[in-house]
Structure formats: structure tokens, C-alpha cells
């Protein structure tokens, strides 16, 4: 029921004789009365008479742990917490132990990731402080790497490797202390064991970007190989063929899709064997399409167009908008 002193009441509590918890107001009728679970409405009791007297002590800090316990996405038990450690300047160190469970137990919750984040930059900060400037930068960047570390262990821990969260925290530390440079080995070794893992193969992209850009021919043509090797070995990977189409075509950093002779070359691979396997892959028929649309063979690319409209039914009127659209423009 409570994070301190056993299963104490707040009221009971000598250190606590102190406060008048403020209740709840949900007004003179409430159009429906919420059964909380024990504790719940005294915890959240004396934390609204806390933020009242805007108090941040360690008595509060306490406090907020069981108001998270209670409900580990409330935002403001969070935000105070983090004005408590601030104010009382407390040592961190504890408090990477505190948010280890929740990231564990509760690793979609946005609240423990963003208080991870807030936790690691200040504890940078501290040491830029206390430290000199080689023995602090030494040990940031070991830091950084255990929580590079942290996040792979949440990810195995609960069998979850498309988090947004826990991704969005991982490229925060990548970014925050320049770390791009070692994470290509880590990425690949996530995609060997799944070669469909979207968040990976996005991962990766922005590994790239924040590694190399604008885009070199060796990184770009690396980069091209790599995606074809993984439709070798999974030709209905739709993360794959979304990873190609990211450097051929038209836009930043990309080049056309007739620059690469390959890629028409696996696509008609792989649509031959499903043909004979009397199956399809559309997304080998999309790249098709796009490859004789860049070359100026409108016959063709309508024609794969119209074979995208028989074996993608979802989006059939896509496909028959963009067969239009390229007849329109051959005139």
C-alpha cells in the first residue's frame, strides 16, 4: 500500500502530524464516484496538501514515491519528484535504482523515460561541476554506455523491441553525448535476430543520417547493398523494401532509382519465384513500377500499377490514381 514506513497510514505517521490532507473536490454531484484502491485517496490526500505549501523535502520526495506506486503515470507526481532531488540536491545514484523497476515494469509509460532522460542530464552536469573537465567527460561517457546497456536489458527483459519510448530515450542519449559512431554493430545484431524488426530498421536510418550527412556514394551504395541482402533472405519484408526506397527516388540525400541496376534485377527475381510459388509480393511489383516509371516506360509502369490493383485491394484506388497520374503526364 505504501512505498515507506510499512503499511503506516500517513496519519499515523509522527512526522506527518503536521499536514491536513486536502480531498478531493469532484464537485456537489459527480456524474460517477471512482472506487479507489486502499491508500489511494489518502497518498494523493497529502500530496495535494504538499504541493499547497509548495514544501520539497525528503519527507516529500517520499512522498511521491508512493504517489507513484499508486499510479506510475502520474505526470505531476514526476515533475515533483524531479523539483525534490533538485532542490535537495540530493545524490542521483539511488534515484537511477528507483526508475530501473518502473522502466522495467511499466517500460511504455513516458513519465519514466522522460525522468530517466532528466536524470541522466543532470547527473552529467553534476560531475561537469565537481569534476575536471577530462575526469567528467570520462565518466559521462561511461555512463552513457551503461545506459546504452540499460536500454537493450529493458528491451529483453519484456520481449519488446519496438518501443517507442524506450527507442526515443536510447537516441537521447546517442544524440546527447555522440555516441552515432558506435551504434551501427548494435543495430545490425538486433536485425540478425529479426529481420522484420521496423524499429531497427528505423533505428538504423537515423544512425546513418546522424552518422553521415549529407550521404557519401560509399555510405549510400552500403547502405542499398545492405537492404538487398535482407529481401534476399526475406523478399515479403516490408521494412526492408522501406529502407531502399529511403536513398532511391526523388528527394534529399537520394539518388534514382535506375542508378542501381540491381534492384530491377531482384525485383523481377522475386517476382518470377512468386509467380511460380503462385504468390505475389507487392512490394517488389511497387519498386518495379517506380524503377519504369524513372526510365520513361509508362507501358510497363502501368502495368504494374494495374497488377498492384488486383493483389492490393486496400489500396486499390491508389494505385489506379497513380496509373492515371502517369498516363496524364506521358499525355
Request: proline share 4%.
Amino acid at each position: 500500500m505504501y512505498a515507506d514506513d510499512g503499511d503506516v497510514p500517513y496519519s499515523e505517521r509522527e512526522d506527518w502530524k503536521d499536514v491536513t490532507p486536502v480531498p478531493q473536490n469532484d464537485g456537489p454531484h459527480p456524474l460517477a464516484v471512482i472506487r479507489y484502491p486502499p491508500g489511494f485517496e489518502e497518498v494523493h490526500g497529502y500530496f495535494r496538501a504538499i504541493q499547497q505549501k509548495n514544501e520539497t523535502s525528503k519527507r516529500a520526495l517520499q512522498l511521491t514515491a508512493d504517489v507513484i506506486q499508486h499510479n506510475s503515470a502520474n505526470y505531476t507526481a514526476w515533475y515533483y519528484r524531479r523539483r525534490c532531488l533538485k532542490d535537495l540536491a540530493i545524490e542521483l545514484d539511488d534515484e537511477r535504482i528507483f526508475t530501473d523497476k518502473w522502466a522495467r515494469d511499466c517500460p511504455k509509460n513516458y513519465q519514466v523515460w522522460y525522468h530517466r532522460r532528466w536524470l541522466i542530464s543532470e547527473i552529467s552536469a553534476r560531475k561537469r561541476a565537481e569534476l575536471s573537465p577530462e575526469e567528467a567527460e570520462k565518466a559521462i561517457q561511461s555512463m552513457a554506455r551503461e545506459e546504452l546497456q540499460y536500454h537493450l536489458d529493458c528491451m529483453q527483459v519484456n520481449n519488446d523491441y519496438k518501443n517507442y519510448n524506450g527507442w526515443s530515450h536510447r537516441q537521447f542519449i546517442l544524440q546527447q553525448f555522440k555516441l552515432w559512431h558506435e551504434e551501427l554493430p548494435f543495430v545490425e545484431q538486433l536485425l540478425r535476430e529479426d529481420i522484420r524488426n521496423n524499429s531497427a530498421w528505423n533505428h538504423r536510418f537515423t544512425v546513418v543520417r546522424n552518422q553521415t550527412w549529407p550521404l557519401t556514394d560509399t555510405v549510400r551504395t552500403r547502405e542499398i547493398n545492405f537492404a538487398l541482402e535482407s529481401i534476399r533472405k526475406c523478399a515479403n519484408n516490408e521494412c526492408a523494401w522501406n529502407y531502399l526506397s529511403a536513398f532511391l527516388g526523388e528527394g534529399d540525400g537520394k539518388v534514382s532509382w535506375t542508378s542501381v541496376p540491381e534492384v530491377e534485377t531482384l525485383c523481377r527475381e522475386v517476382l518470377d519465384v512468386a509467380e511460380q510459388q503462385h504468390t505475389s509480393c507487392r512490394f517488389a511489383s511497387q519498386a518495379l513500377a517506380d524503377i519504369l516509371e524513372a526510365k520513361g516506360d509508362v507501358t510497363a509502369a502501368v502495368a504494374q500499377y494495374e497488377h498492384l490493383q488486383e493483389i492490393d485491394r486496400i489500396r486499390e484506388k491508389y494505385w489506379r490514381w497513380k496509373a492515371e497520374l502517369l498516363r496524364h503526364k506521358a499525355g
